[in-house]
């Protein structure tokens, strides 16, 4: 059975080699490979096209206007029945497509997913990040979960074939609006904690890398509750409705001379964060969860704008107000490039 590994990167120099690298030291060598560069801007298209084309990888390139429109274009040249997905800055375990590949030899399973781990852990944001990980992976549903990114999965391209093609009007989370597509349509994916992928670097490697990738993916599921209706992201809707209110209070109170008002709003906020931060640190035994005081409070106040900015973003361009769609677009690229 042939499997093609489809690799989707802009700007990864200092990484591609590793990663792709991994590929060619798989288990299974009945593989494809292909890297889709988004045009990049340093030498890693020339690591590429220099190094590793002479061994078989293909490379693409397209205009870097997103991983949807990247993913779709690689997976036409494709000839797989299983298509695994992963990024350039990721470094996989030798046995990763091994480990997929078994569960596909029964005909009713749609796909394979597995845990991303950090390989190493340099640093005290990424040591944050590797703790994070963990704890998502071990509460995982290890059948049929609503959100899958691409960063570690395989599916059988016969089914997704009915399912149709990624979407191409996505920031970001349009992996897991696929795989919600899938989840909706009643097929199985299940999985294998022992298929894994390492991340060389990760979106911790920075407080302007983590915002960014918060800021991301929470705009991208801001577009798929729109498209898809409240169920999609219930909780994520929830939070950042709850948020903003706690925000938009702590501010009233303040100018309207509220004091009392806003120091107790404040002090619960305050308060609860605590709290949640102190048993964090006990259930994963380790004093890193600690940062979460530093950082849950960005995650909420950033993610929470992006979500509702690609919530209203989506909802403007359904309606065809494409002005008004594209001034909230501008709005949330200058918020990123101020970060950059």
Not at 30 to 48: A, F, L, M, Y
Not at 167 to 190: C, T
Not at 238 to 253: D, G, H, N, P, R
């Amino acid at each position: 059975m042939l499997v093609s590994i489809i690799i989707i990167e802009r700007n990864v120099e200092k990484y591609i080699r590793k990663c792709l690298d991994s590929m060619l030291a798989q288990t299974y060598k009945n593989i494809e490979i292909i890297v889709c560069d988004g045009n990049s801007t340093d030498g890693t298209k020339e690591i590429i096209q220099r190094e590793y084309v002479p061994k078989g990888i293909k490379l693409l390139i397209d205009e870097g206007k997103g991983p949807g429109i990247a993913t779709n274009l690689a997976i036409k040249h494709l000839r797989g029945e299983i298509l695994a997905f992963t990024f350039g800055d990721e470094e996989a375990d030798p046995v990763w497509v091994e480990k997929m590949l078994r569960h596909f030899n029964d005909p009713s399973i749609f796909g394979v997913f597995g845990p991303v781990f950090f390989k190493r852990e340099p640093s005290v944001l990424t040591r944050f990040g590797q703790y994070r990980l963990r704890k998502k992976w071990m509460e995982v549903k290890f059948v049929n979960p609503k959100h899958i990114a691409n960063t570690n999965c395989a599916y059988r391209r016969s089914l997704m074939n009915k399912i149709g093609d990624f979407r191409e009007d996505m920031i970001d989370a349009y992996d897991s609006e696929f795989s919600y597509r899938v989840f909706k349509a009643g097929y199985k994916i299940i999985y294998d904690p022992e298929a894994i992928i390492y991340h060389q670097t990760g979106h911790e490697e920075s407080l302007i890398t983590y915002l960014t990738a918060i800021a991301n993916v929470n705009f991208g599921y801001g577009q798929a509750t729109y498209i898809h209706g409240i169920r999609f992201a219930h909780s994520i809707f929830l939070l950042s409705s709850m948020t903003l209110v706690y925000i938009f209070s702590l501010l009233a109170s303040f100018f309207l001379g509220y004091y009392n008002v806003f120091l107790y709003i404040l002090s619960s906020g305050l308060l609860m964060l605590i709290l949640y931060t102190i048993l964090e640190c006990f259930n994963a035994k380790t004093l890193i969860a600690l940062l979460n005081l530093f950082f849950i409070p960005f995650r909420l106040i950033i993610g929470s704008i992006s979500f509702f900015m690609g919530y209203i973003y989506q909802l403007l361009k359904t309606k065809k107000h494409q002005l008004f769609a594209s001034i909230i677009r501008r709005l949330f690229d200058f918020m990123r490039l101020r970060w950059d």
